[in-house]
Each structure stands twice: as structure tokens, then as C-alpha cells.
């Protein structure tokens, strides 16, 4: 089992991101996926979830209306569309997956939110 995050890296203030994640190893469709993250110092946080359909999205209300979750069942892929970003989007974003007892995590993709 793999999720492979990527499309992280240092964006200015007001700049926007994509990050994209691969799942392998497991049947994607069936599995909730969200992006969390954590910020330097502080506890992993929920950015954004998406249900298997995509009919359900969630976002923490520190993004909404900046960022969109989005996935692909296809390419066994889920992205994060971010825009206006602040300096406390800074963090480490993780891809999690998730069906019943099931979950798994990826390795992280930094985002950094500098002049």
C-alpha cells in the first residue's frame, strides 16, 4: 500500500498550490480520503475530507472557500486545490485513506508560505 503525496513546496502569500496524492496497493474507490496536516509545533489538524463518490466534501473552517478537495477514482488520485495562501497554511499535508478499519497514510508533502 502507497499514497505519494506531491505539488508541495514555498509559495509566497496569495499564491496557490496543487497537491496531488497516488493510492496503489488498495481498491482507492472504496476509500474516504481526506488531507490533513501539521504545522511545525502543533498537533496533525483535518483540512479537508471527500466520500468515496465525491458527493460529500468537509473542510476545517480555516480553508473553506480557499481550498478544494477533488478526486479522481480513475487515476486512484485525490488533490487539494490551494488558494490565498497564509502563512499559517504553512505545514507538512498528508494524504489519508480510510474504510472501515482500514486506514493508511502517506509520507507528507511540505508547504511552505514565505515572501
Known amino acids: 500500500v502507497q499514497l505519494v503525496e506531491s505539488g508541495g513546496g514555498l509559495v509566497q502569500p496569495g499564491g496557490s498550490l496543487r497537491l496531488s496524492c497516488v493510492a496503489s496497493?488498495?481498491?482507492?474507490?472504496?476509500?474516504?480520503m481526506s488531507w490533513y496536516r501539521q504545522p511545525p509545533g502543533k498537533e496533525r489538524e483535518l483540512v479537508a475530507a471527500i466520500s468515496r463518490e465525491a458527493d460529500i466534501r468537509n473542510y476545517a473552517d480555516s480553508v473553506k472557500g480557499r481550498f478544494t478537495i477533488s478526486r479522481d477514482n480513475a487515476k486512484n488520485s485525490v488533490y487539494l486545490q490551494m488558494n490565498s495562501l497564509k502563512p499559517e497554511d504553512e505545514a507538512v499535508y498528508y494524504c489519508?485513506?480510510?474504510?472501515?478499519?482500514?486506514?493508511?497514510w502517506g509520507r507528507g508533502s511540505q508547504v511552505t508560505v514565505s515572501l
Open positions: 489519508h485513506a480510510v474504510s472501515g478499519m482500514q486506514d493508511y
Open positions: 496497493g488498495f481498491t482507492f474507490k472504496s476509500f474516504a
